[in-house]
């Protein structure tokens, strides 16, 4: 996988929880669990290095993790220097003790980590975690690099565990219980918030990818991996890779889809409720290749029936009618045509989603 462009590996909360001992070392630093990691977390972040990936760890702005395990509130300078020293280089910085600490804002909170990153004289990458509920999308680029946008991914492609609020701006974003459906759905107004050269500033996470972990049908995978890529999602695998299907693992490794989401002009795809039908199917799109004519186009069907989708370029950003465009469908991995400006895709399937390559 390495080969393709995942180079992660991220100890998060499952590991995470377990890594660090339940209370800090004398001198306040957080100490590994020695019954699992007995020579610390140096040698194994050094292993993982010599294997050409990258180390994550996890930890939380409050006074506990989500697994009631040490926070790093009122000791982010001496966990900051900790983890540069171990070797990490990408923190998960979730939010769960949070509101016990009842002195700073989470803003606040978030952004003591940030210097406190900044001094430890290691370039470690930054994700908050806040699920959305202080409307992440509107400060968290002058604090790290990515913001989770929502509440936990949860084990379904359509159906929420709670009664969850579909909209961004509401107070009910869901804990961990949020649908891939209503992870895209929020989307739609926390996407054109991203700017180009967003791989530079700061992303939305969609949290993990589920491909391969739980009943959804190809179609379904491809479509969330279609939406993670093109609205510039972190892609980090939440399967295990010894027992996944082969068929899950393909859309992985992917390189087409891939390359939408690591695109170097970094902004997301955004939805178009002109070409658009509610409760029918969605078409989002968005620009690639900074100093390029190349844009990126997803034509989603979730109704419950076959539908046909009839995109017209000239709605499309600021393609025009006029000029000779290539399309290609990713999925599909072949071209197609268009006539009179417009493509047609005949009969895409309930929750289906094709994903066009449209360029000169």
Known sequence: MRSIIYILLSVRVALATKLLAQKPQMDSKLAANHT????????????????????????????????????????EEIDAQTFADWGVDYLKYDNCGGFQS?????????????????ASGRQIFYSLCEWGNQFTWLWADQIGESYRMLGGIYSSFAKDRASICKTAYCMNQGYAGVSVMTMIRKMREISPFSKPGAWDKCIPDMDMLGIGTWTMTELEEQTHFSFWAALKSPLIIGADLHNISDTSLAIYKNREVIALN?????????????????????VWAGPLSSGKRR????????????????ISLGDILDLSMEQQWKIRGVWARKEIAASGGKVSLKGLKPMQTKVLVISK
Request: proline fraction near 4%; include cysteine.
């Open 295 to 310: 844009h990126v186009n997803l034509a989603q069907n979730y109704g419950s029936e076959d539908v046909d989708v009839e």
């Open 262 to 282: 690591q695109d170097d002009a970094g902004q997301a795809a955004v939805y178009l409720p002109k070409l658009s039908e509610e409760g029918s199917y969605q």
């Open 36 to 75: 699992r990691f007995p020579g610390g977390i140096s040698p194994t972040a050094s292993y993982v290095h010599s294997k050409g990936l990258k180390v994550g760890i996890y930890s939380d702005d409050g006074i506990f993790t989500c697994g009631k395990y040490p926070g790093g509130h009122g000791y």
């Open 102 to 118: 009842n002195t700073l804002s989470v803003q606040e909170r978030f952004l003591k980590m940030t210097y406190s990153l900044a």
